[in-house]
């Protein structure tokens, strides 16, 4: 299976910060990543899809860069809604596979 | 607007099984493909299977082979997944998720609102 490994693990930041996450595969997963947010005690929610393309109603702030096995998502200013747990996932290989999670919270 | 409302939370002990359910509002669960992810208690996401529209058969994760089943009731629009053999790391909350109709099956944008399945003796 292709494994997904996430970096940091956890975020510490100030609102208005810029943050880069970033998703290695352990393989090439071409452009089939998708990224997503949770918050606690709520469902995933799709922010990214195709490594870049922002899902519907996603803000602007929030864009998705990479392929292959080297995938980051940037959100330009964070906001204090945006303190959450996100987490890559690839959809090129079964089974279907997610990174750990980067936890992004206050500083 | 797909809706994807789930079962209720289910109390099992070890090597029984569990049924959770899915269903469906908005379209017919034959113009989507719907999968299963779950998350153990301050864990990460895990897929466990779900449709492939590729084969028309569902695919399960390697991991749950033997104790994993998905079917889905067209005449109900709902779909289910049963877990066997519980033991307590299946202690989780189960998400079924599902894409935009005639869209890619992998854009997950909508989810049920999770299921939690506790095992305990």
């Known amino acids: 299976e292709v494994l997904m490994t996430q970096s940091p693990a956890t975020l510490s930041v100030s609102p208005g910060e810029r943050v880069i996450l970033s998703c290695r595969a352990s393989?090439?997963?071409?452009?089939?990543l998708a990224w997503y947010q949770q918050k606690p005690g709520q469902a995933p929610r799709l922010l990214i899809y195709?490594?870049?393309t922002r899902a519907t109603g996603i803000p602007g702030r929030f864009s998705g860069s990479g392929s292959g096995t080297e995938f980051t998502l940037t959100i330009s200013r964070l906001q204090s809604e945006d303190f959450a747990v996100y987490y890559c996932?690839?959809?090129?290989?079964?089974?279907?596979?997610f990174g750990q999670g980067t936890k992004v919270e206050i500083k | 607007q797909v809706k994807l409302g789930q079962s209720g939370a289910e109390v099992k002990k070890p090597g029984a099984s569990v049924k959770v359910s899915c269903q469906v509002s908005?379209?017919?669960?034959?113009?989507?493909?719907i999968h299963w992810v779950r998350q153990a208690p301050g864990k990460g996401l895990e897929w466990m299977g779900g449709?492939?529209?590729?084969?028309?058969?569902?695919i399960y994760s390697q991991k749950f082979q033997g104790r994993l089943t998905m079917t889905e009731g067209t005449s109900t629009n709902t779909g289910y997944m049963e877990l066997s053999s519980l033991r307590s790391e299946d202690t989780a909350v189960y998400y079924c998720?599902?894409?935009?109709?005639?869209?890619?099956?992998?854009?997950?944008?909508?989810w049920g609102q999770g299921t939690l399945v506790s095992v305990s003796s």
């Open positions: 998720t599902t894409h935009i109709p005639y869209r890619s099956a992998w854009e997950w944008v909508f």
């Open positions: 908005g379209h017919t669960l034959n113009e989507l493909s």
């Open positions: 449709f492939n529209p590729e084969d028309g058969g569902m």
């Open positions: 393989r090439g997963v071409s452009s089939n």
């Open positions: 195709d490594a870049y």
């Open positions: 996932q690839q959809y090129n290989n079964w089974p279907r596979t």
